[in-house]
């Protein structure tokens, strides 16, 4: 079976989580990394407020406290985390989960609790299993009372090892997918794209010098997107797992399933590896939700309205029965799960990334309908692109400097300026006494 979007990938379980439930397909993150990303998720804002990232202060107190798993469990949730956690903490993560079972990025191959040497993806997904079994063990207390679970399964996978010359590695029991597979060239990936890119988005950034390692030959492209593609594939017998011990654990009818990415990727596009700008390769993530108490009419639904990962916060808040801080800035999307889509739905949102890291620069923006805007402002002068979605879906013309063009642009930085001043204001360097 392939996956529903990319016709190359074996993904039968998310496939079938797709069919049953809602999938979004146009679901993004506003910051196109890790760590801040995780940070949104917990927290339900955007990093320009929460204003963590890597080499940051850890997260305040003040956002943990009113994260979903800390209100979840003051409602009585069993809470569990177990994979990569990614955010360094004000005050001891611990105290948001009944459960806390965090891993460590690299190695991929390492020894179980039984001395095993087995990938981290595998690891993983035994932790969850057995946090299932003890979860449900206690779903009903001594007193009768029930108790609900919130696990949050976080996998490493697939991102790669970026310490280790093979970049992916995949559990051995997708060795022989995708053997008999030529991966054809990806969009944007002739020289001519690379070369139309301003100089402070070329060989000095993070995005080119990753591009070396994985992708400047065709036969070294070959190998490393299989291998990414392998381990996408692994992940996904990983979720089969937990969804197969749901069934086995009699859960499966009564467990709402949220499927989400922390960040886009490139695959040599561009003549880029990595992440970190604001282009929809960059920002767009995979989105699911299967809520089994939907109506039969939802199951397969692909709606199409804008959706972000502050959105997961009061979404799990609200699918529990708990009412979301005010501070929480996405929305829940649990209208969505019923066929509905509410009247005042975002149009745009703000897309933006601040980590201080010599070789990815700084930008903000807005992503909208038809038009998105972005702003390198620590660039002199200030750098501008403005793309036309609907007639160049990949971003390939910026249309910045075009006269005709000049009320749109303008519009959009104005749009920008409001956001960002929403949101905290401008961007101000903060770092973490350790970095």
Partial sequence: MMGIVNPMLQTPNMDKLATEGVRFTNAFVTTPICAASRASFLTGLVERTHQYTFGTPPLAASFTDQSYPELLREAGYHTGFIGKFGVNTETDAKTMFDVFEPFSAAPYMRKDENGVLRHLTDITTDRAIAYLRTASAQLVDSSGSTRPFALTLSFNAPHADDGDPRQYIWPTAMDSLYTDVTIPAPPLSDPSFYEALPEFLKDSTLNRERWYWRFDTPEKAQAMTKGHLRMISGVDAGVGRVLQELETLQLAENTVIILMGDNGYFLGERGYAGK????????????????????????????????????????????????????????????????????????????????????????????????????????????????????????????????????????????????????????????????
């Fill in 276 to 435: 970190w700008l604001p282009y929809d390769l960059s920002i767009r993530v995979p989105l699911i939700i299967l809520d089994p108490r939907a109506k039969k009419a939802q199951k397969g639904t692909t709606p199409a309205a804008f959706v972000l990962n502050i959105d997961i916060a009061p979404t799990l808040l609200d699918l529990a029965g708990v009412d979301a801080p005010n501070i929480m800035q996405g929305n829940s999307l649990s209208p969505f799960l019923q066929g509905v889509t509410p009247s005042n739905w975002r149009t745009d949102f703000w897309v933006e990334h601040l980590f201080d890291h010599p070789q990815i620069p700084k930008h903000e923006g807005v992503r909208g309908e038809r038009y998105k805007y972005a702003r390198y402002f620590e660039q002199n002068p200030v750098y501008e692109e403005l793309y036309d979605l609907r007639n160049d879906p990949m971003e390939t013309k910026n249309l910045a400097t075009d006269p005709a063009f000049t009320e749109i642009l303008a519009r959009l930085r104005q749009r920008t300026d409001t956001l960002q001043t929403q949101y905290g204001g401008p961007y101000k360097r903060i770092k973490s006494p350790q970095s």
